[in-house]
């Protein structure tokens, strides 16, 4: 079964400093990768994904994220972080045509990140 | 950009209650999800479905049903509410199977 880990529960950073959030998952072939992000309250919005090709993928607001399958990571990177990107930022896998798991998602549990002024 | 609604976006309700989650969706997508997100957890598929009277249990076992009339419309039930069933529940939508998930607003339910 396809599965998702986001060692980090809770990150701080300060405004302007650069940012990478992890990204582990365990599959048996190369999956499609998201990264979501919450704002309380709210649902998820798409930030990025990968399904093939280049291994760094550019998002919405500045976001990138890079596809390692040596190292079955996708980490989530921004070079300055902006007060408003305070949330909380989920990493998904999507299982691939023929899997059981084909069209489903699995997420992570999900890292909360404060940004201090 | 997406266009799911989810209503009521909150609502409290006693024990033994039934209810219905509405969740709408408006960019003609056969593939429709429901998760359910505990506080500080990640979401959980409960049900899915892949188009018209197709509907399917997701991987964490829930109470719930769910029902596909219409293409854009997904409604979630509960027969009788029960204080474990207190969660937020997020609707979502895909245009394939393959493809990235867009989500609705979700609904957080509060069971007393």
């Known amino acids: 079964a396809q599965s998702v880990t986001q060692p980090d529960i809770h990150i701080t950073v300060s405004e302007g400093a650069s940012l990478e959030l992890r990204c582990n998952y365990s599959?048996?072939?190369?999956?499609?990768l998201f990264w979501y992000v919450q704002s309380p309250g709210q649902g998820l919005q798409l930030l990025l994904k990968?399904?093939?090709?280049?291994?760094l993928v550019q998002g919405i607001k500045g976001f990138e994220a890079e596809f390692k399958r040596s190292q079955s990571s996708f980490n989530l990177r921004k070079p300055s972080v902006h007060w408003s990107d305070a949330a909380e930022y989920f990493c998904?896998?999507?299982?691939?045509?023929?899997?059981?798991?084909?069209?489903?998602?699995?997420f992570g549990q999900g890292t909360i990140l404060t940004v201090h002024p | 950009e997406a266009d799911i609604y989810q209503t009521p976006r909150y609502l409290v309700i006693g024990t033994g209650k039934k209810i219905t989650l509405e969740c709408s969706q408006t960019m003609g997508h056969d593939k429709m999800y429901w998760y359910q997100q505990d506080p500080g957890m990640e979401l959980h598929l409960i049900h899915y479905s892949y188009g018209v009277n197709s509907t399917e249990k997701g991987d964490l076992s829930s109470e719930s049903t769910v029902s596909r009339i219409r293409t854009e419309h997904f409604p979630l039930t509960l027969e009788s509410a029960r204080p474990s069933h207190t969660s937020q529940y997020l609707c979502?939508?895909?245009?394939?199977?393959?493809?990235?998930?867009?989500f609705g607003p979700g609904t957080r339910l509060t069971v007393t």
């Open positions: 599959y048996g072939a190369t999956p499609y």
């Open positions: 998904a896998v999507g299982g691939v045509a023929g899997g059981t798991s084909y069209g489903k998602l699995t």
């Open positions: 990968y399904f093939s090709g280049d291994t």
């Open positions: 979502a939508s895909s245009p394939a199977a393959h493809s990235e998930q867009y």
